[in-house]
C-alpha cells in the first residue's frame, strides 16, 4: 500500500467512542522496545495487552503495532517516543494519542470511519483521518504523508490557522519558524527514511489474540529521570498528568535534583520539591479571629442589669 501509494504521488497523482482500556494489545514487535506505566518499566511483547497513557519507548531497529478491537492500528518505528491512547479519546486541546518524537503509522480500522483527533504531536495535529497517514516528528524537519484516504492538519504553532487538507499521496512538510508547506508528493529523503515495516500493509492479528490474558510483563527494574526527561520537560498540557504519577520518584535523590536543576522548563513541580512551611504558632495565633468584647448595658437596661459581685 505504501509503495503503491509512493509511486501514485510521485507520477503527479469518525467519531468513535474510546476504547476500554484492554482492548489494545501489541500484535507485532521488533527489536526491544519498552513501556513506561505508572511508576513501572517493563518490555514490550507480542500479546501485551496496552493500557490508556502507556508511554512507549523503541530504539534503534525497534517496531510496535498496537491494534484495536475495531480495527484500527497504530504503528510505531525506530527511534520514538509516543503516548498510547486509542485516535478517537481526546484531551483539553488535543488528541490522546501523543507522538512526542519519532515515527508514528495511524491506519484506519473501518473504511467508513473518521478518527477526528487521529495524531497530536508538537507543533502539528492529525484530524479527520479517513485511510492511513505517516507522521514523523523530528527537531529539524517534520512531515505528514497520506497513504491512503484523507487526513486534515493543524498548525498548532498559529493558532486559528486553516486547517491543511491531504489526498492520498500529498505530504506536508514542518519546519521550525516557518509555516507548513504542502506539497504533492513527498520528498526523497522522507520516502528513503521510512521504516521498511511501514512501507507495507501488515497483516491485522488482534483476533489472535483477543480474549486471551495479557503477555507476562517483563520487568526492566526502576526508571530514571534521563528515560522520561523528555516527558517532564514536554508542552504544559502534556507534562501537567506527570507530576501525580510521577511524584513518589521526587523522594529519589538522583531523580529529585535532576527535577530541581531543571526546575523552569516544568515549574509544575516547585510545590513538590519545595512545598510551602507549615504555618506556625504566631502566624497562626494572628490568623485567629477576635473575640467580639461584650459591651455593658446602656440607657434603661442599665438599671435593670445585675450589680456585678
Not at 528515560?227 to 531523580?255: D, G, H, L, T, Y
Request: charged share 25%.
Amino acid at each position: 500500500m505504501f509503495r503503491s501509494a509512493v509511486a501514485v504521488a510521485l507520477l503527479g497523482a469518525a467519531a468513535l467512542a474510546a476504547a476500554a482500556e484492554g482492548s489494545a494489545i501489541a500484535t507485532i514487535v521488533e527489536g526491544k522496545p519498552s513501556v513506561i506505566r505508572g511508576l513501572v518499566r517493563f518490555d514490550v511483547v507480542e500479546g501485551l495487552h496496552m493500557s490508556a497513557n502507556d508511554l512507549v519507548r523503541t530504539g534503534e531497529g525497534a517496531f510496535v503495532r498496537i491494534e484495536y478491537d475495531d480495527g484500527a492500528a497504530v504503528e510505531i518505528g525506530p527511534s520514538t517516543l509516543a503516548q498510547i491512547n486509542h485516535p478517537s479519546v481526546r484531551k483539553p486541546g488535543c488528541g490522546a494519542l501523543y507522538l512526542l518524537s519519532g515515527w508514528m503509522k495511524l491506519v484506519n480500522g473501518k473504511p467508513d470511519a473518521s478518527h477526528k483527533d487521529g495524531i497530536c504531536a508538537p507543533g502539528i495535529q492529525v484530524t479527520d483521518v479517513s485511510g492511513t497517514v505517516v507522521l514523523l516528528i523530528d527537531t529539524e524537519t517534520s512531515a505528514l504523508f497520506v497513504e491512503d484516504g484523507k487526513a486534515q492538519a493543524i498548525d498548532r504553532r498559529r493558532p486559528g490557522s486553516k486547517p491543511f487538507a491531504l489526498k492520498r499521496g500529498e505530504y506536508l512538510a514542518i519546519t521550525p519558524d516557518h509555516p507548513p508547506t504542502l506539497l504533492e508528493r513527498p520528498v526523497t529523503a522522507f520516502v528513503d527514511a521510512v521504516p521498511h515495516l511501514f512501507r507495507d500493509t501488515l497483516p491485522n492479528r488482534y483476533a489472535q489474540f483477543q480474549g486471551k490474558p495479557s503477555a507476562p510483563q517483563r520487568n526492566r527494574g526502576a526508571f530514571g529521570y534521563a528515560e522520561v526527561e523528555p516527558w517532564i520537560n514536554a508542552e504544559a498540557p502534556v507534562r501537567s498528568s506527570f507530576v501525580a504519577m510521577w511524584r513518589e520518584k521526587a523522594a529519589e535523590p538522583a531523580f529529585r535534583d535532576a527535577l530541581d536543576r531543571d526546575l523552569k522548563r516544568h515549574p509544575e513541580w516547585d510545590p513538590i520539591l519545595h512545598p510551602p512551611p507549615p504555618p506556625s504558632e504566631a502566624s497562626a495565633e494572628a490568623e485567629r479571629p477576635t473575640a467580639i468584647p461584650h459591651s455593658a448595658p446602656k440607657g434603661p437596661e442599665a438599671a435593670n442589669a445585675p450589680a456585678p459581685r
